[in-house]
């Protein structure tokens, strides 16, 4: 394996996109998303990235390419049809050992960008290395199917269980470890998808104690009681 799979924390720092077409287009969207802060730098757009940049979600260069937008970038996308504007910002990140991923062109990015599922936190990145896209994309659409919106939720309420046990008392890391996996191992998604909210509850109850409710965990009404264990 080629590359070292990471989750990368984005926010606030400056992410450079040279190119203005409809893939510099989704690669933006998914930057903003994260919390990048974005510079498309591109003699024209799109008028979704247009759209953008009327909103003050991104700053807009207009340009090709000039080697100073990229100070203190902490990442860049080249995503242009300009063979030689991609080959100059590959060049200078090299140099500069800077994030950098050239759409199209796995051997002169330091990154690649997989295929992903994302459902809220919950996400589901599928790479070949570059290889083969088709099969990475082919394989994201199998796992849509298997893994619908509910778990954006399912990984929500996750997330407070393990908040809540963790600040329990009296309970080793065994038996929480254990009630994590019960939670994550049971049919909550199933029961989150039909809003079944009663048979949520129950399920917590058995795994977690009384008090354990939906609304209780997630903060949805001020009259329940803190669980006890």
């Known amino acids: 394996m080629r590359y070292y799979p990471i989750n990368l924390d984005i926010r606030g720092k400056l992410c450079v996109v040279f190119g203005g077409g409809r893939v510099a287009e989704r690669k933006v969207a998914r930057l903003l998303e994260c919390g990048g802060n974005v510079v498309v730098v591109a003699p024209e757009l799109t008028p979704g990235l247009a759209e953008l940049v009327g909103q003050q979600h ?61 459902r ?13 896209p088709a099969l990475a994309k082919r394989v994201r659409v199998e796992l849509e199917k298997l893994y619908g919106e ?21 309970i080793n890391e065994f038996e929480r ?6 939670l994550a191992g049971s049919e909550l998604p199933r029961l989150i998808q039909a809003k079944d909210v009663a048979a949520i509850d129950a399920l917590l109850r058995a795994v977690l104690g009384e008090g354990y409710s939906l609304a209780s965990l997630t903060g949805q009404s001020e009259a329940d009681e803190d669980p006890a264990d």
């Not at 300009?82 to 050992?97: F, L």
């Open 58 to 118: 991104l700053e807009h260069v207009t340009d090709a390419y000039d080697e100073d937008y990229l100070e203190e970038a902490f990442l860049v996308i080249a995503a242009t049809d300009d063979e030689q504007v991609n080959a100059a910002v590959a060049e200078e990140c090299a140099e500069m050992d800077m994030l950098c991923n050239i759409v199209d062109d796995p051997e002169r990015c330091s990154f690649t960008l997989p295929a992903l599922v994302a």
């Open 120 to 132: 809220g936190d919950f996400c589901l990145a599928v790479s070949t290395g570059g290889k083969s």
């Open 150 to 170: 509910e778990y954006a939720e399912f990984v929500d309420l996750m997330g407070h269980v393990r908040d809540r046990l963790l600040a329990l008392e009296g």
């Open 177 to 182: 470890a254990a009630r994590f996996e019960r």
